[in-house]
């Protein structure tokens, strides 16, 4: 049986790393599309880079899309690039559409030009639910973004069902709820606390702060979702699918959870600052899971406190300058 090949956009994130884990796991041979630029970032790549074959591209360049789906010739394509933090997005909303919205476009048109037999998992978002309309928040709930980001994820959720109806594409997306891990970006709120518990805990600074401790999400390990995204793409016929804990915790808990995995008191450490609020909240976003559980068999195994002081140990060991070994 010939080795599955996979393409990869993303590949240098915390889901695009933890996806090529899993890929290679499984057999695949596993390539992924990477920006040039003078200091390629792919620190969470190291310990894989003998085992994988990078590509230059760019979501915004159609022609070196379709040069590289072209020369890979995948099985398969996951496309997990995008502007993904949803404070940049108010700040560069024509980037975000750019990069998150056409850019998903984009590559959809390279697979219909070069081979409509891939099968494509586009990485839709939570954020795309926003004011929600009832919780928890299934496949059929109705979408209401709150930032520039949710609506380029829309935009791209959509375009991915129009290419599955129009060219007949496997196409398909999954609905991923809040998922984190010590590979998270220090911009977003979940490192942004962990790495702050640590530099605290280790005397490097001594206040935290944040902006809305009452948000409350559906938090899980990014290594446990991207096995849902893989599953996807393994189906009889392309489904779109909700993928998250089901269980719902405010920024707060998390916060509680941090401090205390160190030994500290949060509230003699946080403090609550109005800049960074969100322009338009997102209260309270919490996933209904059932579809995926009954059709592809996926359960997370990580729980939520887990999750926290796995983070806060990978970020007291980084400080320390300790290797990190990450559980299974």
């Known amino acids: 049986m010939p080795t599955q090949r996979a ?21 695949y041979e596993v ?34 899309l379709v040069e590289v789906v072209e020369q890979v010739r995948p099985a398969e394509v996951y496309n997990l690039a995008a502007q993904s933090f949803v ?17 998903t476009t984009r590559l959809l048109e390279a697979i219909r030009l070069v081979d409509t037999s891939i099968r494509f998992y586009q990485a839709s978002s939570s954020e795309m639910f926003g004011k929600v309309v009832e919780s928890p928040q299934r496949e059929t709930t109705p979408f209401h973004p709150r930032s520039p980001y949710g609506v380029a994820k829309v935009y791209a959720h ?30 977003f709120v979940t490192r942004k606390i962990t790495d702050g518990v640590a530099r605290i805990r280790c005397g490097l600074q ?21 096995r849902a995204m893989w599953a996807m793409l393994q189906q009889d016929e392309p489904e779109d699918f909700v993928v998250g804990t089901g269980v719902c ?22 403090v609550v600052d109005p800049r960074f ?14 579809l995926a559980k009954e059709r592809l068999g996926w359960e997370p195994e990580v729980g939520f406190r887990e999750l926290v002081e796995r983070m806060v140990d990978a970020d007291l060991a980084r400080l320390r300058g300790e290797p990190l070994v990450e559980a299974a």
């Open 87 to 103: 404070g940049s997005s108010w700040r560069q909303p024509l980037l975000t559409s750019e990069v998150t919205a056409l850019g």
């Open 277 to 290: 609020f969100r322009p338009a909240e997102v209260d309270l976003l919490m996933a209904d899971s059932s």
């Open 158 to 187: 959509y375009m991915t069902v129009n290419y599955r109806e129009s060219h007949d594409l496997y196409a398909c997306s999954g609905i991923l709820f809040n998922h984190e891990s010590p590979r998270r970006g220090i911009e």
């Open 31 to 64: 390539h992924g599309i990477v920006r040039r630029t003078s200091s390629p970032k792919t620190e969470r790549l190291e310990h894989l880079e003998d085992r994988l074959h990078l590509h230059s591209g760019d979501l915004t360049d159609l022609a070196s």
């Open 206 to 226: 001594k206040e935290l702060a944040l902006g809305n401790l009452a948000a409350r999400r559906d938090w899980g390990f990014a290594g446990d979702y991207v």
């Open 249 to 270: 915790h405010s920024v707060e808990e998390f916060v509680s959870i941090a401090f205390e995995r160190v030994g500290l008191e949060w509230r003699n450490h946080v």
């Open 7 to 27: 393409l990869v956009t993303g590949i240098t994130g915390q889901d695009g790393s933890y996806l090529a884990e899993f890929l290679l796991s499984k057999g």
